[in-house]
């Protein structure tokens, strides 16, 4: 079965840090680009950032350039994403999926980020 | 970025009826647009890639249409477990962007 499994989201203050990991089985996680995708409380779906399958090639959206960073590992079939300085407006589900395309072919369940003091 | 209009905001429909939703591209996005399904509290799930392509393991009263810049999502006769939101997602132009969403509400 294939699978996705997010964690490390959580409560943090404006301007800190976390990093979220997706776990990744019943497929090969080497072969495929891998995505960030958000979603605001009641709100609809973001793009946040995207890594080749070796991790040679990232792509952030605008308003994450600079502050995220999304890696791999694909010994541990593992994606990251490192979120630093992070805004009220980052608070989210962040959701891990597998792209074929640049479409989104299966997702994890979301962990979910608040940015709160 | 492309901006992606999806129309209606809401639909209300019973079980057994025809549902008809509608994304709108501010540019052409050729044929590269997905349709996705949201249930609350849960994941997306891709159900239409490339504008008519249906996803693995969806069934067949979903179908895609469209190119350019209007594209429809209709499922033929409405399922109890079809009401959910419908997202549409362009990957043609960087960054890839999703439409707002369509809830899809009983009646």
């Known amino acids: 079965e294939v699978q996705l499994v997010e964690s490390g989201g959580g409560l943090v203050q404006p301007g800190g840090s976390l990093r979220l990991s997706c776990a990744a089985s019943?497929?090969?996680?080497?072969?495929?680009?891998m995505s960030w995708v958000r979603q605001a409380p009641g709100k609809g779906l973001q793009w946040v950032a995207n890594?080749?399958?070796?991790?040679?090639?990232?792509y952030y959206v605008g308003s994450v350039e600079g502050r995220f960073t999304v890696s791999r590992d694909n010994a541990k079939n593992s994606l990251y994403l490192q979120m630093n300085s992070l805004r009220a407006e980052d608070t989210a589900v962040y959701y891990c999926?597998?792209?074929?395309?640049?479409?989104?072919?299966?997702w994890g369940q979301g962990t979910l980020v608040t940015v709160s003091s | 970025e492309i901006v992606l209009t999806q129309s209606p905001a809401t639909l209300s429909l019973s079980p057994g009826e025809r549902a008809t939703l509608s994304c709108r591209a501010s540019?052409?996005?050729?044929?590269?647009l997905a349709w996705y399904q949201q249930k609350a509290g849960q994941a997306p799930r891709l159900l239409i890639y490339d504008a008519s392509k249906r996803a693995t393991g969806i069934p067949a009263r979903f179908s895609g249409s469209g190119s350019g810049t209007d594209f429809t999502l209709t499922i033929s006769s409405l399922e109890p477990e079809d009401f959910a939101a419908y997202y549409c997602?362009?990957?043609?132009?960087?960054?890839?962007?999703f439409g707002q969403g369509t809830k899809l509400e009983i009646k």
């Open positions: 997602q362009q990957r043609s132009n960087w960054p890839q962007t």
């Open positions: 999926a597998n792209s074929f395309s640049g479409y989104y072919e299966t």
């Open positions: 019943g497929f090969s996680f080497s072969s495929y680009w």
């Open positions: 540019q052409s996005v050729r044929s590269y």
């Open positions: 890594i080749k399958q070796d991790g040679s090639e990232k």
